[in-house]
T-cell receptor, first 114, second 110 residues
Framework: EPEVTQTPSHQVTQMGQEVILRCVPI?????FYWYRQILGQKVEFLVS????????KSEIFDDQFSVERPDGSNFTLKIRSTKLEDSAMYFC????????????FGQGTRLTVV | SQQGEEDPQALSIQEGENATMNCSYK?????LQWYRQNSGRGLVHLIL?????REKHSGRLRVTLDTSKKSSSLLITASRAADTASYFC??????????FGAGTTVTVRA
């Protein structure tokens, strides 16, 4: 069964360092998303990506964040200068179409900023 | 905000009992989805109900939707220990944003 894969599963980084979280969405999907979940809290929308550009982003997704689809298969989230409060689980998701389609989630990357 | 809000926040039941959780949302929707999350894992889609549907079943899951009250409920019948997880409702604002509620944590005791 096709699945969304994320790497690494766990990343520890020092405050101020850049991190890149990687995702391989399902191959025929067109819509891509990043979410984050601070431990025990709600799943927060960060950004969506369609047709090779950002389609929507939340207020959390500030200038420290960027997304790329560098090679037509990978989908990355970069945090330029990490802060302690960026510590969270980051989930990538994809859908084959937009509204009313099931979203497929990866298993997440646990980011710990120390 | 389009986000759903679940109620209760947490639920503890005995194996074999039914679990019911509710979701309320603020604006008009085209559909509402329910997802499940096992501890520390990714979300898994359970069921989608469209705005013109009132009830939908999938195995031991039953979802209702009342658009006049802007609310939905998820019922898990004959619960099992393996149903222990967090359950989230989600609404589509558009093609580009699926918004999740705060979730209900369900614990099924053996």
């Amino acid at each position: 069964e096709p699945e969304v894969t994320q790497t690494p599963s766990h990343q520890v980084t020092q405050m101020g360092q850049e991190v890149i979280l990687r995702c391989v969405p399902i191959s025929n999907h067109l819509y891509f998303y990043w979410y984050r979940q601070i431990l025990g809290q709600k799943v927060e929308f960060l950004v969506s990506f369609y047709n090779n550009e950002i389609s929507e982003k939340s207020e959390i997704f500030d200038d420290q964040f960027s997304v790329e689809r560098p090679d037509g298969s990978n989908f990355t989230l970069k945090i330029r200068s990490t802060k302690l409060e960026d510590s969270a689980m980051y989930f990538c998701a994809s859908r084959d179409r937009g509204m009313a389609a099931e979203a497929f989630f990866g298993q997440g990357t646990r980011l710990t900023v120390v | 905000s389009q986000q759903g809000e679940e109620d209760p926040q947490a639920l503890s039941i005995q194996e074999g009992e039914n679990a019911t959780m509710n979701c309320s949302y603020k604006t008009s929707i085209n559909n509402l989805q329910w997802y499940r999350q096992n501890s520390g894992r990714g979300l898994v889609h359970l069921i989608l109900i469209r705005s013109n549907e009132r009830e939908k079943h999938s195995g031991r899951l039953r979802v209702t939707l009342d658009t006049s009250k802007k609310s939905s409920s998820l019922l898990i019948t004959a619960s099992r220990a393996a149903d222990t997880a967090s359950y989230f409702c989600a609404t589509d604002a558009n093609d580009y944003k699926l918004s999740f509620g705060a979730g209900t944590t369900v614990t099924v005791r053996a």
